[in-house]
């Protein structure tokens, strides 16, 4: 009989075989699965683990403050916050094809975490939060391994370049699993019970060009959808909620003016793994309330679509 508490325990007992005096760096990204693969390794090797929090600017609303409470205070596991906003910004001027920014961020991100990983005086291995579906995504669903449907976000090239082993107590569990494991080890709910999150952030949800305004603009939409869902107390049903900001402008009226301004995209699935995918079939008086609110509300938005397209053939994030 398999519980979280044997899990911990065995996983636990495996990381300090795999790593025994070794040192061990860990990303965050701010969603569950970095987050609990750190906490794991913590408490299988203390000190000798160090977490970097590469923060791009691209988070939804207050989630790089969440992250650093949450390991810092809640836990006080010592954690390099790296603002790396302007930098992000400035690299995805100008960029507008989805693989070219997917390509930018994730080579930016590598080159910040080995400047870290130098400055602790190196590190022999690099833990991720690689689950099950990670490990089966790219010959699973794309008819082969040849196809690239979109170029995932991770460090991978990386452990080669500083000679690093990777460290992934993870790997046999699916999502769920993992929130069960964040429960047993003492991860606050809004942590634990968060929707997915893409490693490029809001930059895959503005196709077309990332500016700071428009991040700020998303921010704002996104934060109201999902305030609205956990009103609803709809939540935890639906695997992954999130607004898109489109680089398509229209006309509208407000009060006795005209406007001309951006089309927001609402989008929420269920799932189990990412992997395929449903609509999440909201009231229409649920939707039209949000688009009301964000329409009002956030200055640069002047309507409002939902996106009625499973996976497949759709895709889950835009871009
Ligand atoms: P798609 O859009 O491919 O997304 O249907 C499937 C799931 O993966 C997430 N996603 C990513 N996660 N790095 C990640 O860590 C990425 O580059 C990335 N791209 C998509 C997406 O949010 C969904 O949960």
Redesign the pocket.
């Known amino acids: 009989d398999w519980t979280m508490a044997e899990f911990r325990k065995t996983k636990i007992e495996e990381i300090r075989a795999q790593v025994g005096d070794g040192k061990v760096i860990c990303g965050l990204?701010g969603?569950v699965d970095s987050a609990v693969a750190a906490v794991l390794i913590h408490e299988a090797i203390g000190e000798q683990l160090t977490c970097v929090f590469v923060d791009h600017g691209l988070m939804r609303l207050n989630e790089a403050e969440q992250v650093v409470t949450l390991f810092r205070d809640h836990y006080n596991i010592p954690l390099v916050h790296v603002d790396a906003e302007e930098m992000f910004l400035t690299g995805l001027a100008g960029l507008t094809d989805p693989e070219k920014k997917?390509k930018f961020i994730g080579g930016a991100f590598i080159d910040l975490f080995e400047k870290e990983a130098k400055a602790i005086g190196g590190a022999d291995f690099l833990a991720q939060g690689t689950l099950y579906p990670d490990v089966i995504e790219s010959v699973s669903f794309t008819g082969g391994p040849s196809v690239t449907?979109?170029?995932?976000?991770?460090v991978g090239g990386l452990p080669e370049r500083m000679n690093m082993q990777l460290v992934e107590p993870l790997r046999e569990l699916f999502k769920d699993e993992v929130r069960e494991l964040g429960r047993e080890l003492g991860l606050p709910e809004i942590f634990v019970g968060r929707h997915?999150?893409?490693?490029?952030g809001l930059a895959?949800r503005i196709p077309g060009e990332v500016t700071k305004e428009r991040c700020d603009i998303l921010r704002k939409a996104d934060a109201i959808y999902l305030e609205e869902i956990r009103n609803a107390g709809l939540y935890d049903a639906i695997w992954?909620a999130f607004a898109v900001l489109l680089p398509v402008k229209t006309v509208g009226v407000m009060g006795d003016a005209r406007t001309y301004d951006s089309v927001c995209g609402l989008r929420a699935v269920t799932s189990t793994d990412?992997?395929t995918?449903d609509v999440y079939p909201f009231d229409a008086s649920f939707l039209t309330g949000c688009a009301t609110r964000i329409v009002n509300e956030v200055k640069g938005v002047n309507r409002v679509v939902y996106d009625y397209t499973s996976?497949p053939p759709g895709?889950?994030?835009w871009e």
């Open positions: 990204s969603g997917r449907i979109k170029s995932h976000h991770n997915p999150f893409p490693g490029p895959i992954q990412g992997m995918a996976k895709t889950i994030e």
